[in-house]
């Protein structure tokens, strides 16, 4: 449901089944994109690891961390800056709310 309402709103999206497989699609693309938007919880490496690994190639890329197990104090505590947080459930359209929300930011310094 997120990605149709994403895609309605004219965005590009690009989805991975895991941290590993879009870390490697991310440092192999010639284009970096503007937004990542991650799970917290996902395995071997969680959204805060891969987030801060993205951002070594691309410090100012956007963020946003979604998590249905964990709270905003997980971005509290990150030593990586997130952009926003949005815990689930959430609604799709919420979503694109925040998307546009965070790629209207200022860039990062």
Known sequence: HAEVSLQAGGYQLKKFLGPGL???SF????AKPA????DYA??????LELL??????????KSILISGTAGAEIVLDSGVKVDRFMGK???PANLA?????????EPAA
């Open 97 to 105: 709310d925040l998307v546009r929300l965070v790629l209207a930011l």
């Open 35 to 38: 937004l990542l938007i991650t």
């Open 89 to 91: 459930p959430y609604q």
């Open 52 to 61: 801060e690994k993205c951002k070594a190639v691309k410090p100012g890329l």
């Open 22 to 24: 879009a870390l490697k």
């Open 42 to 47: 996902m395995g071997k490496m969680n959204g």
């Open 27 to 30: 440092l192999k693309a010639r």
